[in-house]
């Protein structure tokens, strides 16, 4: 197979299943893997595709935003991970804000028993936390139907009644050159605004967030710690954590 046939099929799988692993490819094209990684990196070079860990996906544009159906059904392991290490850090008597998403989420079996109050502008988060039985507040404002988010001039104005002793933020985008970003400008601003009301704040974010840009931006890397796992670039995680404290969980 020639080389623009293996590009071919693997940006063709990639339109298939959005994310394509680096062993299918091999034995899609019949190549070795040394030329596989090569194809990537010209296509990635390209702006074509996004290497990833153990394979590629596709590069999405900047407004592109996945549904929180979609962001809950993936890397879902991964983001047990980040989310069990990310409430390790909460302790009794912490006040804290959770953003919606699914890998926050994640984190609320987690937060189960201890003597905490929580604010959220996650309306998937809610349920979960009152199940938990943890105090719980809500940003009001206009509901997102994809992320499932409030947003707009209600939920900014509901935050300006609270600090926190810790913020835990979703994000889309990780990138050394352009910091956290997100699809949504809305989004964006509450996500400052939580930044901004609290004593630490922490980013969590699986592997397919490193490198990426997406729309709005919403801090530098300074302004936020970031929690990922060790399925992340390593040579992208060394040069984030230049500018920020970076903990990176491992499979166990």
Avoid at 53 to 61: E, F
Avoid at 95 to 102: F, K, N
Wanted: no cysteine.
């Amino acid at each position: 197979m020639l080389t623009f046939e293996r590009h071919e099929e693997i940006l063709a799988r990639l339109q298939e299943v959005k994310v394509v692993k680096l062993a299918e490819l091999v034995e899609a094209t019949g190549a070795s893997e040394s030329t596989i990684r090569r194809d990537l990196t010209d296509l990635e070079q390209q702006k074509k595709i996004k290497r990833v860990h153990g394979g590629a996906s596709l590069v999405t544009r900047r407004k592109d935003e996945p549904s929180l159906l979609e962001k809950s059904t993936k890397y879902s392991e991964e983001k047990r991970r980040i989310a069990k290490e990310a409430a390790s850090l909460v302790s009794d008597g912490d006040t804290i804000y959770i953003d919606a998403g699914s890998t926050t989420q994640a984190m609320i079996p987690h937060l189960r028993g201890k003597d905490i109050v929580a604010v959220t502008n996650g309306l998937n988060i809610i349920t979960d936390l009152v199940d938990a039985n943890i105090k719980t507040y809500v940003l009001g404002g206009y509901v997102k139907s994809g992320t499932r988010a409030f947003v707009g001039s209600g939920a900014f104005q509901s935050i300006q009644s609270y600090q926190f002793d810790l913020a835990f933020l979703g994000i889309n985008g990780v990138n050394k050159h352009t910091g956290y970003s997100t699809p949504d400008p809305e989004e964006a601003l509450i996500k400052q605004q939580a930044i901004a009301r609290a004593a630490s704040t922490y980013i969590l974010a699986d592997h397919t967030k490193m490198g990426d840009v997406t729309f709005a931006k919403v801090a530098d890397l300074k302004e936020a710690s970031l929690i990922t796992s060790d399925k992340a670039d390593e040579m992208v995680v060394e040069q984030l954590k230049e500018q920020t404290a970076i903990t990176v969980v491992k499979e166990t």
